[in-house]
């Protein structure tokens, strides 16, 4: 059956050779022999991510808009619209790994990550959430044992740890009692002791040597369905040690939350799924944040998520299934008592694992716990909070009720379906402002000027649609009716805007925007601005009721909020009502960490949380239509949009 | 290094290939092979278990007494004396594997062993343990979900369990939790489960499909240093379902607990001692008995463990190298929140494994647990309780007091240690008879006349040396006297009787008990009575005192008391005070299994007991060297015996 042989050749690591079957789709052969590609439209040819380079062999490809005259010429192909022919090798540039990208640590001596987190805490302490550390270490010195004092290790343990940390029972876990003989005697029988107090209970969580000083720590977890981002955490004070980040490796599976769930109902396909989440994205940021902060990963005693329904089925290894099909019903909004060990993180043995709350099959715990970091449960005044993940989810209330819906807005905000999108990692185009009469573009790259530009993230993206909108590049349609050095169109007539030219990128190929880019993104923010305008309605409102409006996601470092409301995404109300919060599922997370208190809170708050189901309420596809122009169909809605044709 | 080829050949298997080291010794390089050969000795020449034949290639070989010239001329060898010299193949007979011996699953249809369990339950709860079945399963029904009713599955489930099982609180572990989706779905949300009460709390073991009537089961296991027996039990009513024995793997390692001490103190050698007692010994036991009863190990609900403490510290793999080590402190007594899988065994996930517990390095969880079952600790009149394990513990006391202390008996009593000795499985000599005239044997033989005698196990060989020692056959110092065509001297002058001839034994080998074994076994006698003695004049009292004596042990099916009287192992005291109760480590381990109250006694119990180290007793030296005579050296204390000189 598997008799053609495939290698994939890279730019600079071991080529990878596998066996497939004659008539296996590339991508798919790819996936499965774990070389990255990215697919972020599921390998439907929409996203023109997959190019790679035909070296040796034959291919039957599909004809692509994605792929030039010239790069056909030089071999380059679509990996998803190609079936294999005969024994073939081909080239997977690096770009074509960009969206599932490195791993990335962010610099936390810039202050600014330390700043909102900071901010959190006082906030939340404010609230009336209290932050009680509960871990504790302390040394301890034993009586080594004698002929005439013959108690077993363990109850002699337990005796020096009553009267150092004043508690009246102590439970040692088998973790804690195997290796006790050696960690008593190596050290003299004086070591240190790393604990949890429960009530009037102590739990042991480790026996470490005397001289061990690594603080105790916890692991906040935001589990994206593009990218995960993590924290280790001082759980003495809630100081950020660590931060890093990357794509999920389930991304080589689909872009979306259905395709993912599709891909998992095959067989083993829960263990692939769980397994490129757990060992092949988790479990190296763990290594790494711990390399940064220079701690054993025993020393992570806690761990909180958060992530969307499906992530968090998927992260556990539960069938996710029911989620997609009606009615809908995950296997569980609460799952309590696992331990980050059963799912196979090598932190310490009895670390828990704690997953912010779901409300529905579709507002998860990365929802719960966003609306946990934006305290809006604690105010008088009614604020909106969206959350512009590969999703795109909404949160309205106050500190008397809550309601939340999710859109359909799919992966565009972190650069999901749109040709030259990426995550907002190093090279990519955060910031946009365009010459009106010259139509030249100026642009910040993240990473600084030493980046040479890779593609566009979402804040970019928003950016750059704005300001074409705003000096008539494209008319409300997001069609191209200027012409100029900077806009091209295809021998189908497709027009695109070019940024930056093949000379100038990372890659040597031009980063443009197409129509079908913005076309993509229409959809997308028109699927946001409905959503808010139909869970307004709902309640006989609208957005001039909003006092704040919380704006999270991974979608840059920041969000030019007037740009945004230019292109009909956000509503048009005053900019100082609107708040950038970055990520605040991980704020959520972290908050989570550092306090029972606060895991109690965000149950609270998603047993309190109502859900409106969007695709069954009447008038939101029409709401959803009407806003898919720029920026709306109705335009005494943005009196303040800026377009000056 | 490794430059020479050792291939192992058997009566039937598959050959073993290994490579090793030129002078490497041929039984640790067995031992590396996982080939079983026994060596009871521990590989010091002793025994003569390991007696294998040179097919090919070149060994240096020790002389050995157990080798004839017959037997050198064919090439028979001891593995424990060769070193390898070239490349090598041996052939490996069965019974070079006798006393590890292959698994057994007990007859149940005869109604003894029942009896014996039924009994035990009857007495424990005459004696105020009442046994609690905390365990049930029920089939709960669930309401589908709809778009109007959209709780998710493991809410919906713990609602109905609430309702059918009348509890007001539900823990799903995570394990029940991972295919519920799938249970609910394909079982149409009709399901049976599986859990137990704890307090007000309703803990679920399992979700299974609606037609699943298994019984919920515990396991009792009794982890000798020799032989491992296990019963699996209903937990409603305690039936027994199946019982199953076998010998414990870490033999290859070492006959007696100081040489595994030793061999787990090697490199990587607390994994290896584990598990060649969980993975090659209790796993497979497991699936026996599953087998046998026919029930899933997922419905093992519960296990429960008695072992000696060292045995109870390697199955955890936890280092037992202090319990041979002045001051002899073991890493524990109680090792509580110890969960099955833990140690790598596959039941049910959730199942706790519970330890009998240990008093000390030497007094352990399986002497605990058999004081438990003889209730001796309920009754006002004193008793003495002997276990004949590979080691001999005693215990003494009544509901006042109880104290204990453990003699170096050695393996003998299990056929260790002994040329011809065997474990009491088929084809075991269990009992024998001597015509004094003729001095011609009869004998009964494990299993029945259907099978041929293979060799001797513990009460054979004490009959066998009452007999000797009555017909005047051998002298008080355990040396031959009399001549005939039984008994047989060898060129360095030391007799043996041959009570098999080649002819009629299973291995076409004779069947005999050499001087050496009876100066083996006779120390080890004199090691059980001086114990007991010693133990009872601590208390300024002799055997007269004693009303009740219990005889537990795997020595054979039975053991004649007044044998052992005549041969001077126990007191002579009235024959009816004697009373043999079996394997009382399983039957306590049993009870355990079936009540947490017997749990609650068990604890006790050990905290009760004060533990009489012997060997630095002053006197038990003395008592111990008085003892090593058929009977004894003053004759007085055995007024009964009957040799008849």
Redesign the interface.
């Known amino acids: 059956m598997f008799d053609v042989t495939f290698t994939f050749e890279n730019e600079d690591r071991q080529p990878v050779t596998v066996s497939c079957a004659p008539g296996a789709n590339l991508l798919q052969v790819a996936q499965h022999a774990n070389v990255a590609i990215d697919a972020p439209c599921s390998g439907n040819g929409a996203c023109g991510k997959c190019k790679v380079r035909l070296i040796e062999g034959e291919l039957n490809c599909w004809p692509s808009s994605h792929i030039t005259d010239e790069e056909k010429a030089e071999g380059w192909i679509l990996s998803c619209g190609s079936k294999v022919a005969s024994d073939v090798t081909v080239m997977v540039p690096d770009i074509a790994a960009a969206y599932q990208s490195r791993m990335q640590t962010a610099d936390l001596s810039s202050g600014k990550e330390i700043a909102i987190f900071e901010k959190l805490l006082s906030d939340i302490k404010g609230a009336g959430v209290e932050l009680v550390n509960t871990f504790a270490s302390d040394h301890v010195e034993i009586d080594p044992?004698?002929?005439d004092?013959?108690?077993?290790?363990?109850?002699?343990l337990v005796n020096a740890i009553k009267k150092t940390f004043g508690v009246s029972k102590v439970?040692?876990?088998?973790s804690a009692?195997?290796?006790?003989?050696?960690n008593l005697?190596e050290n003299d029988f004086r070591v240190r002791i790393v604990g949890e107090h429960r009530g009037p209970d102590f739990f042991v969580y480790g026996v470490t040597s005397y001289d061990d000083h690594e603080p105790l720590c916890g692991l906040a977890i935001d589990i994206g369905t593009t990218t995960v981002s993590a924290v280790l955490v001082n759980l003495k004070g809630g100081d950020l040690l660590a931060k890093a980040s990357s794509g999920n490796g389930q991304i080589r599976y689909g872009a979306d939350v259905i395709n993912r769930i599709i891909e998992q109902g095959k067989t083993g396909g829960v263990k692939r799924l769980k397994d490129a989440v757990v060992c092949e994205t988790i479990e190296p940021l763990i290594t790494k944040l711990c390399e940064t902060a220079n701690v054993s990963p025993s020393k992570i005693l806690k761990v909180c998520v958060a992530s969307n329904t499906t992530m968090n089925h998927l992260l556990?290894?539960?069938?996710a299934?029911?989620v997609r099909m009606?009615?809908?019903?995950?296997?569980?909004?609460?799952?309590d008592?696992?331990?980050a060990m059963?799912i196979g993180l090598h932190v310490n043995q009895n670390a828990r694992l704690i997953l912010c709350p779901?409300i529905?099959s579709y507002v998860g715990g990365d929802i719960t716990a966003g609306t946990l970091a934006t305290l809006l449960w604690n105010k008088e005044e009614l604020s909106l909070f969206v959350d512009l993940g590969t999703n795109g989810e909404i949160v309205f209330g106050n500190n008397e009720f809550m309601m939340s819906c999710a859109c359909s807005a799919g992966p565009a905000f972190e650069g999901g379906d749109i040709s030259c999108g990426m995550r907002a990692t190093d090279g990519a185009i955060q910031a946009v402002t365009i010459d009106k009469d010259t139509m030249e573009p100026s642009y910040d790259v993240v990473g600084g000027d030493s980046f040479k530009p890779i593609g566009l993230c979402g804040s970019g993206i928003i950016d750059l649609i704005s300001e074409l909108y705003r000096c008539g590049i494209v008319n409300s349609k997001g069609k191209y009716v200027r012409e100029g050095d900077r806009v091209k169109f295809d021998e189908y007539g497709m027009g695109r805007y070019i940024i930056v030219d093949q000379t100038k990128s990372e890659t040597g190929r031009e980063i443009a925007l197409t129509e079908v880019d913005i076309e993509s993104f229409i959809r997308a923010k028109g699927a946001i601005y409905s959503g808010i305008d139909t869970l307004l309605s709902s309640l006989d409102m609208d957005a001039s009721c909003v006092e704040h409006f919380y704006v999270a996601g991974g979608i840059g470092s920041g969000i030019n909020i007037k740009n945004a409301i230019n292109i009909g995404m956000f509503p048009d109300i005053e900019l100082d009502k609107y708040e950038y919060i970055g990520n605040s599922s991980l704020a959520g997370a972290y908050t989570c960490v550092l306090s029972r208190n606060a895991e109690k809170k965000v149950n609270e708050l998603a047993r309190n949380m109502t859900y409106l189901e969007l695709s069954?309420y009447p008038g939101y596809m029409d709401n959803f239509i009407a806003a898919c122009f720029l920026p709306h169909t109705d335009l005494s809605r943005f009196p303040n949009s800026v377009q000056e044709l």
């Open positions: 044992p004698t002929l004092d013959t108690l077993p290790d363990n109850e002699r439970t040692m876990p088998f009692t195997r290796d006790l003989a050696r005697r556990l290894g539960v069938d299934n029911p009606e009615p809908y019903i995950p296997t569980f909004f609460h799952a008592d696992i331990f059963e779901n529905g069954t």
